[in-house]
């Protein structure tokens, strides 16, 4: 055994950990700014230029897919997906710090998504372009970890 091999599993742990915590965060703030939404933007949205904040509800999934189901169900696919990316992060955690947290932003909104989902059914959007469904930043985690899995994709194993 090396001092390498050794040091693995605290490494791991470690990154485990922070991945955690990211995604503790990030969530953390996306039910915050979910809270503030629902207190302040009912009624009139507040217009910033290309980005409005209005208060909306979505019972569906990206693009409202799905918002004819009933709420239990949308859980219940919802909650399955975030705890496979959750799986998938902890088993990634040894292999690529990167990865992992490009799954942590990802999980973090997926599960930020999944407990205001959990509430009554639906989920808070308060993010509005006007050329855009409204979304929220969850959802900015999810894309925006997702685009850095699919780059962190294309490089080449060390």
Do not use: E, Q
Not at 36 to 64: C, E, H, M, T, Y
């Amino acid at each position: 055994m090396t001092a390498t091999d050794a040091l693995a599993p605290r490494t791991a742990a470690r990154t485990r950990a922070a991945a955690a915590a990211l995604a503790i965060t990030a969530a953390g703030i996306d039910l915050g700014a979910k809270a503030w939404a629902n207190s302040a933007l009912p009624g009139d949205p507040i217009r910033l230029g290309l980005l409005d904040l209005r208060l909306a509800f979505n019972p569906g999934v990206a693009f409202s897919l799905g918002d004819t189901l009933p709420a239990w169900m949308v859980i219940a696919f919802t909650g399955a997906i975030t705890i496979a990316i959750a799986v998938f992060a902890w088993r990634t955690a040894p292999r690529s710090r990167a990865a992992t947290t490009a799954l942590a932003v990802i999980l973090g909104g997926a599960g930020a998504n999944l407990i205001d989902r959990t509430a009554d059914g639906v989920v808070t959007d308060y993010l509005h372009t006007g050329w855009w469904p409204t979304f929220n930043l969850a959802d900015v985690f999810i894309i925006c970890g997702g685009l850095a899995v699919v780059t962190l994709s294309w490089r080449r194993p060390d």
